[in-house]
Structures are given as C-alpha cells and as structure tokens.
C-alpha cells in the first residue's frame, strides 16, 4: 500500500499491461492494514467460453474483496475466479493421472470431459454459476483490460506460455467505510457473517 494510506478515504487505480500479480487476496489485505475496505479485479488469459458457447474468449480473472478494516478480526475474505475449477488443479490432475469431475470443462468438441489433458488441450473450462459466472468474467475483462488499456477479449497470454508479455490490467480500490456510515460498520458486518456461520451450524454444515 501507499506510504500514505492512512490519510485517503477512497482510492483507486489500475496497473498495465502487466503479468499474472499472484493472490488476489494479498492485495486486499494490505488494504486492511491500512484499515480500508478493499476490491481488487484482474482479467487473464483465455481460457473459458462465453456462455452457449464452446471456444476459448474469456479468463479465469479473479474477484477480491475484503469487507472489513482490521485484518486481526478476519470475519470474511473472497478470492474466486470465475470458473467452477482453477486451471491449476487440471494441471496437476495431468500430472497425478488423475481425471476432473464432469462439470469442470469441455473438450474442444465441446463435451463435457473427465480427461485434464483433453480439457487443457483445445478445451475449455465451465463458468461457476453457468450464465451469472460468464457475465462475471465479462465484467472483469471490461474494468481490468479495457479500461486500463490492457490486451482484453482473448488476446492476453497466461502464465503458462513464455513465448509473450501477458498484457493484462489489474484495478484496485480501497475505501473508508466512515465514507457511508460515520461508526457501526465493523459490528453490522460482523453480524452478517456470524450470522452466516450461524446458520451453517444449525444445517450440520
């Protein structure tokens, strides 16, 4: 975080063209160490279809947001991309010959596939939520590449490939919760997901 955080109460910013930034939830809490709220996007390399279709346009472009201040409390943090797998874990399904659940992803003649390699090679990977996941991965693609002037639409390069610059974006922001409600704000949200586990407990989750 900037040397002089403590002092912004809303921030925002974008990097590119850049490579794969790592964790998305580390960026978010430095922001907590600098007791603000945070939301991080990034888009990535192609690697799941638009939804109804069945080549390659979009990212697994993680989500990150922490909606609290104080690291110390860790009431709740998300992390996700929007793909029902990571990419990662086919890799290391190949690795192991091991196969992946149906619903993971398509082989490139757009069947569902239990084969990693299949998958991997000239496949795609299946957006969590069907529809919703696609939008998703569309919104991030918008806010992290377009906005930014970042390589979007499937022309980024992952991690995987050294042949090329990734050229992707990444957008942060960061924000006083004092911006919307002058105190309260870290008992409301704690109350929510106390709630939420709560109601795990009481299912047998």
Request: net charge negative; hydrophobic share 40%.
């Amino acid at each position: 975080m900037h040397p002089h955080a403590g002092d912004i109460r809303h921030g925002y910013g974008q990097r590119s063209p850049f490579n794969h930034f790592g964790m998305a939830a580390s960026f978010v809490s430095q922001a907590c160490e600098a007791d603000m709220l945070s939301l991080v996007f990034t888009n990535s390399s192609p690697a799941l279809p638009p939804w109804g279709g069945r080549n390659m346009l979009l990212g697994t472009s993680p989500i990150a947001w922490v909606p609290q201040e104080d690291l110390t409390e860790s009431l709740f943090a998300l992390d996700m991309a929007p793909t029902i797998a990571a990419r990662g874990k086919m890799y290391k399904a190949q690795r192991r010959g091991e196969s992946i659940p149906d619903d993971w992803a398509l082989d490139k003649l757009g069947n569902r596939t239990t084969d990693p390699s299949a998958a991997l090679e000239g496949g795609v990977l299946l957006p969590v939520g069907g529809l919703k996941g696609s939008a998703l991965a569309i919104m991030m693609d918008v806010v992290s590449g377009v906005f930014s002037g970042s390589a979007f639409a499937g022309d980024e390069i992952g991690p995987y490939h050294l042949d090329g610059k990734a050229n992707v974006g990444h957008f942060f922001d960061a924000m006083k919760s004092e911006l919307f409600m002058s105190r309260g704000f870290q008992g409301s949200n704690g109350h929510i997901v106390s709630e939420s586990g709560r109601m795990r407990e009481n299912a047998g989750n």
